[in-house]
């Protein structure tokens, strides 16, 4: 028998990036109204494929990040009104996601310097649900489990926000979180550049990452390619990203580094050798420091290792110190 299926949607709502993806400049612009409509549709899809199912929406706002939507919680007291020819959840789904948002909206107002999306926290929020609908509470444990209940988590981020460089360590932890819950998480750029972080978010968690080319196909992409669960992807050619960039940023500016060198001791992640670890406050040896600068090569876009895995980069043909001593710093290319 097919197991229900959890679905956690977090939608990135900031409303600057918003403003420019519905500039008419653009070759395929994209509304907000326009991508709610299809983004509801494609909700509706998951709770239609099998009754079992659950949802989740959750809102990435400028400073914080809120719970739009539970199928398994009412969030609100003012039920939508009866109407013979809509399907009551489908309406239920449609309703409370666009009320909440737009009471966000005018919540938010007008603001000198918009703060960056609380993307973090919201899927933070998403994997503790998770956790909780996935684990029974003691009370159950001696209850039989019956299979049509067993959820398939995953989760999938609608993103128009670019990397925020200061949030590498939590996305990160989020990732391993994730990984340890068997949580896939799935991202759809809808806007912008490619993000560094959620690529290697969805690459870890084995899901899938997809740059909108078409936006006004976003419907498309959402059906075709997150709609199916886990189970059923085995089976399905689910499309994949054929690059991935696995950049990393350092600790002590929280930018984006193609060449880091790392602690031997905590493996924190620096731009330049430092005489003494911030994070594990290792001191390291004066020797090690004067050879590792004087390694350094000068970065160019030609010999920019984007693309590739830290954790490979140390095989790559550079300058480094044939010995690490104890405590020493080694570079990371």
Not at 23 to 30: A, E, F, G, R, V
Not at 139 to 151: K, N, R
Not at 214 to 224: K, P, S
Request: glycine fraction near 4%.
């Amino acid at each position: 028998m097919e197991k229900a299926s959890h679905l956690s949607v977090i939608v990135d709502l900031s409303p600057t990036q918003w403003h420019l993806s519905a500039q008419t400049s653009n070759q395929y612009p994209l509304s907000i109204e326009t991508f709610l409509s299809q983004l509801l549709a494609f909700l509706n899809a998951h709770i239609a494929s099998k009754h079992e199912n659950s949802l989740v929406v959750f809102g990435a706002l400028p400073g914080k990040s809120v719970l739009l939507y539970s199928s398994t919680e009412l969030l609100s007291d003012d039920a939508p009104s009866l109407d013979a020819n809509s399907y009551l959840p489908f309406k239920l789904v449609d309703s409370t996601v666009v009320q909440r948002i737009m009471n966000e909206f005018d919540a938010i107002g007008e603001l000198e310097e918009e703060p960056p999306c609380a993307l973090v926290g919201a899927v933070t929020k998403a994997l503790c649900y998770i956790n909780r609908i996935t684990h029974p509470s003691s009370t159950t444990a001696g209850v039989a489990e019956d299979p049509s209940l067993v959820h398939d988590p995953r989760i999938l981020i609608l993103s128009v926000s670019p990397d925020l460089s200061s949030s590498y360590i939590p996305i990160m932890n989020a990732i391993f979180s994730a990984q340890k819950l068997k949580v896939t998480i799935d991202v759809c750029k809808v806007y912008g550049p490619d993000t560094v972080f959620l690529q290697q978010a969805a690459h870890l968690t084995n899901g899938s990452y997809i740059y909108l080319e078409r936006r006004d196909a976003l419907l498309q992409y959402l059906i075709m390619s997150f709609l199916s669960p886990t189970s059923i992807r085995k089976i399905l050619a689910v499309p994949k990203q054929d690059k991935i960039d696995f950049r990393a940023a350092c600790f002590c500016h929280k930018n984006i580094v193609d060449i880091g060198f790392v602690c031997s001791v905590c493996l924190s992640i620096f731009c330049q050798p430092l005489p003494v670890c911030s994070t594990c406050r290792t001191k390291f040896p004066i020797n090690t420091l004067k050879r590792l600068n004087a390694a350094r090569p000068t970065i160019t876009p030609a010999n920019s290792r984007i693309g590739l895995p830290l954790a490979n980069l140390n095989n790559a043909a550079s300058p480094r110190p044939t010995s690490i001593p104890p405590n020493g710093m080694s570079s990371l290319r």
